[in-house]
């Protein structure tokens, strides 16, 4: 039915329950023998009602409302129509006829329209309501939290056409007092320690959890419980859809690896960040990757003066750009498609574009793959970091800030080993440039290109096996945008020559992030996909670290970000040893090894 028609069938509803009030009234007033005198007054009455009470109910927006969405709001909305209607109306109705209607039937009029008006709308509503639960339900539901969220998506599931289907069963919630009691007429089985037994006492197939004000870690260990269970998790993503207004059934997604490590999200100071990077011209090196894309993103929201996203990839360099043109159309872009290994194509971008900010984010981070190729790990990471920094200090660049990795940490690969290489050089060119050279050092983050996380989903998509290195194999792991955060965040706090180190939280076992994985996915572990073991790679440790022995940290104005202790870095040898670098990166790649190991003392090589 349009909107005309509904308008139009409501109004006519309205004007003969008016008319019926109005009658049965005067009938109940004068036992059903009404004077000559009050059947007119009774008419005029009944006209000069229709008119007014019609306007107030329009004014008060009483037929442009979603009666099948209608709550308390709609309620007393509708109550002031009626009431303000029938006051005006009973002064009209004096000054017209010239008695006054008595007050019995003025009253009884009111509490008629009242209950037959709100009637017929919650009527309407109830027909939705029956209509959605008479579809054939397959799935029965539990959602977790009994708050406002619970029962905004409670009420959706009762009304939404897509939620078809479905029966929800009743809330969780840890709040005792709600224990027992019922929210939009379900009840409230129990906390979250019944959620298992919940699950199968009512075959219960989806769980939600609308908590979204509740801390990371509460989250986190009621998705623990949760995924136990076997039952598809969905959460309600932050409190801002309750802010904005945009909850709804749409904004549920599938619990993800994310939510599983249990940390708040990343506060950072706005001032301090702005400081050194609004305005300015900012260069992102890597930025079609995973981690310079993400740069890009958040640094174009702090509106630098320019934005210049470099990358060897045309890519993935066009993809970002596209992003950000369309998100941020008032910040100046830069494409330039170039190699860091080119060192005279870096001082032509730096002379071109005169950069006051350096992120430098590129680099080859595959440690299979730069074991067998060592040469590319030192051409890229290592005289890559050493173009783009030279070209830093010579143009002046106030600030350089490097991504690492803690594999740098007593590396193991030749990648770590690259990477702490560079690491040691912008700690040495630190000491006599005027730029402030420091590096940032996190462990791998969720969801970038060619980590585990994606290899397990393709792995789970295709039926599996998914395949596992070693069952005691453990990583730090971080998202990207709060990884990101915390970079930017720590380049506010660069005097020089620091190596900031993230905090990443616990470690998680490769294993349990693979089970978690499978069982987020709606399967079983070894049942429904097999889990195999392929062995360690080469280059790889079964843990990693983030300090070095000698690396004492200490703390930032940031409860996560902390400073490992600068080493003296002998600048005459390491500009040696990178000479022997250039002389053997043509020869075999033993001999870029043997350098490798003279440069980095820490650096034991795992076949």
Not at 286 to 308: D, K, T, V, W
């Given at each position: 039915?349009?909107?005309?028609?509904?308008?139009?069938?409501?109004?006519?509803?309205?004007?003969?329950?008016?008319?019926?009030?109005?009658?049965?009234?005067?009938?109940?007033?004068?036992?059903?023998?009404?004077?000559?005198?009050?059947?007119?007054?009774?008419?005029?009455?009944?006209?000069?009602?229709?008119v007014i009470c019609g306007v107030s109910l329009a004014f008060f927006r009483m037929y442009r409302r979603m009666w099948q969405y209608a709550s308390i709001g709609e309620i007393v909305e509708l109550v002031k129509a009626i009431v303000i209607g029938i006051a005006l109306t009973y002064i009209a109705t004096y000054l017209l006829h010239g008695v006054r209607v008595p007050l019995s039937i003025t009253s009884r009029t009111l509490e008629i329209m009242l209950l037959?008006?709100?009637?017929?709308?919650?009527?309407?509503?109830?027909?939705?309501?029956?209509?959605?639960?008479?579809?054939?339900?397959?799935?029965?539901?539990?959602?977790?939290?009994?708050?406002?969220?619970?029962?905004?998506?409670?009420?959706?599931?009762?009304?939404?056409?897509?939620?078809?289907?479905?029966?929800?069963?009743?809330f969780v919630d840890d709040d005792p007092y709600k224990r027992n009691m019922q929210v939009v007429g379900l009840p409230v089985l129990g906390d979250r320690t019944k959620i298992e037994e919940m699950v199968c006492t009512h075959q219960i197939h989806d769980i939600i959890i609308a908590m979204p004000s509740v801390k990371r870690t509460n989250i986190s260990d009621i998705i623990n419980i949760c995924k136990l269970t076997g039952a598809k998790v969905k959460i309600i993503p932050s409190i801002n859809d309750l802010i904005t207004g945009h909850l709804a059934v749409e904004t549920l997604r599938n619990v993800e690896v994310e939510d599983l490590l249990g940390r708040d999200p990343v506060k950072i100071d706005l001032e301090g960040i702005a400081d050194y990077v609004s305005d300015k011209v900012v260069l992102v090196t890597?930025?079609?990757?995973?981690?310079?894309?993400?740069?890009?993103?958040?640094?174009?929201?702090?509106?630098?003066?320019?934005?210049?996203l470099l990358g060897h990839?045309?890519?993935?360099?066009?993809?970002?750009?596209?992003?950000?043109?369309?998100?941020?159309?008032?910040?100046?872009?830069?494409?330039?498609?170039?190699?860091?290994?080119?060192?005279?194509?870096?001082?032509?971008?730096?002379?071109?574009?005169?950069p006051q900010v350096v992120f430098h984010a590129a680099a080859h981070k595959h440690v299979p793959l730069m074991e067998r190729n060592p040469s590319e790990a030192v051409k890229n990471n290592v005289f890559?970091?050493?173009?783009?920094?030279?070209c830093a200090d010579k143009y002046k660049v106030e600030r350089f800030v490097m991504i690492?990795?803690?594999?740098?940490?007593?590396?193991?690969?030749?990648?770590?080993?690259?990477?702490?290489?560079a690491e040691m050089y912008i700690q040495s060119i630190n000491t006599i440039s005027e730029t402030q050279f420091v590096a940032v050092r996190f462990g791998n983050v969720l969801g970038s290109r060619g980590s585990v996380i994606p290899r397990f989903k393709e792995q789970i998509a295709a039926g599996g096996p998914v395949t596992v290195t070693h069952p005691d194999m453990v990583r730090y792991f971080m998202t990207i945008p709060e990884a990101v955060q915390l970079v930017i965040q720590a380049g506010s706090f660069a005097k020089g020559g620091e190596i900031f180190i993230l905090d990443m939280g616990q470690p998680v076992r490769i294993l349990d992030l693979a089970q978690d994985l499978i069982r987020l996915s709606g399967y079983e572990p070894n049942v429904d996909i097999e889990i195999n073991f392929s062995g360690m790679r080469e280059g790889e440790k079964l843990f990693e670290e983030l300090l070095t022995d000698e690396e004492a940290v200490t703390s930032t104005q940031h409860e996560r970000i902390y400073i490992g202790k600068?080493?003296?870095?002998?600048?005459?040898?390491?500009?040696?040893?990178?000479?022997?670098?250039?002389?053997?990166l043509g020869e075999s790649q033993s001999s870029v090894r043997d350098v490798i190991e003279h440069l980095v003392p820490f650096y034991s090589h795992v076949s």
């Open positions: 039915m349009s909107y005309r028609s509904r308008m139009l069938v409501l109004l006519v509803v309205d004007i003969c329950i008016i008319w019926v009030a109005i009658a049965t009234s005067y009938l109940f007033r004068f036992d059903g023998n009404i004077p000559p005198l009050y059947e007119s007054q009774m008419l005029v009455f009944a006209f000069v009602t229709t037959f008006m709100g009637g017929s709308r919650f009527l309407w509503r109830l027909i939705r309501v029956n209509r959605t639960k008479k579809a054939e339900l397959t799935n029965n539901v539990l959602v977790v939290g009994a708050g406002d969220c619970g029962a905004l998506i409670a009420k959706e599931m009762m009304t939404n056409n897509s939620f078809s289907g479905n029966r929800l069963v009743g890597g930025a079609g990757g995973s981690i310079g894309s993400e740069l890009s993103r958040q640094i174009a929201s702090f509106n630098p003066s320019r934005l210049l990839g045309e890519n993935s360099i066009y993809t970002i750009e596209m992003e950000l043109r369309s998100k941020y159309p008032q910040v100046q872009l830069e494409t330039v498609i170039a190699d860091i290994q080119d060192r005279s194509r870096m001082d032509d971008v730096f002379n071109r574009f005169r890559g970091t050493k173009n783009v920094a030279d690492s990795s803690d594999k740098a940490v007593n590396p193991s690969s030749i990648m770590g080993a690259t990477k702490r290489i600068p080493q003296q870095i002998n600048r005459a040898e390491l500009e040696l040893q990178f000479k022997r670098f250039e002389k053997v």
